[in-house]
């Protein structure tokens, strides 16, 4: 005997405090009654399979994707050699630039100019490998 249905997934409560937090933000942003929050929080926790949690939030707007924050972290360091090369040639370069301007005793603080160019170049390779990290794995070169 075949089955028409389609198998359903079990909802773990995971799965129910997620759409909890959902409904109880749509109660919070007045996009709910106090009344309907309490029905569906009812129901969400009652809730046994994932379809039926999906009807309690399917009128209500989905949330945002979140944007990526700022591209340079510990780890990515950690995962991308390249990165930690290129930081440690800018550092490098800036201590030497740095040096010389002391050394030659120039009034005019002359390495900030390049010094600039290198912090930008650096945060557009954290930028770039950001990306490439979101879009796939990470394609040695």
């Given at each position: 005997?075949?089955?028409?249905?389609?198998?359903?997934?079990?909802a773990?409560?995971?799965?129910r405090?997620r759409?909890?937090?959902a409904?109880?933000?749509?109660?919070?942003?007045?996009?709910?009654t106090?009344?309907?929050?309490?029905?569906?929080?009812?129901?969400?926790?009652?809730?046994?399979f994932t379809?039926?949690l999906?009807?309690?939030?399917a009128?209500?707007?989905?949330?945002?994707?979140?944007?990526p924050?700022?591209?340079?972290?510990?780890?990515?360091?950690r995962?991308h050699?390249?990165?930690?090369?290129?930081?440690?040639?800018?550092?490098?370069?800036?201590?030497?630039?740095?040096?010389?301007?002391?050394?030659?005793?120039?009034?005019?603080?002359w390495?900030?100019?390049?010094l600039?160019?290198l912090?930008?170049?650096?945060?557009?390779?954290?930028?770039?490998?950001?990306?490439?990290?979101?879009l796939?794995?990470a394609v040695?070169?």
């Amino acid at each position: 005997m075949e089955d028409s249905h389609p198998a359903r997934i079990r909802a773990a409560d995971a799965d129910r405090e997620r759409v909890a937090t959902a409904v109880q933000t749509a109660g919070s942003e007045g996009r709910l009654t106090l009344d309907e929050v309490e029905e569906r929080l009812t129901h969400v926790y009652a809730a046994r399979f994932t379809d039926e949690l999906t009807a309690l939030t399917a009128d209500l707007p989905r949330p945002a994707p979140p944007r990526p924050g700022f591209p340079l972290t510990a780890a990515m360091l950690r995962r991308h050699p390249a990165l930690r090369v290129h930081a440690a040639v800018v550092v490098a370069v800036a201590v030497l630039l740095i040096v010389r301007w002391a050394v030659l005793g120039a009034g005019f603080f002359w390495p900030a100019f390049p010094l600039f160019w290198l912090t930008v170049s650096f945060f557009v390779h954290a930028r770039v490998r950001s990306a490439r990290d979101r879009l796939g794995p990470a394609v040695p070169y």
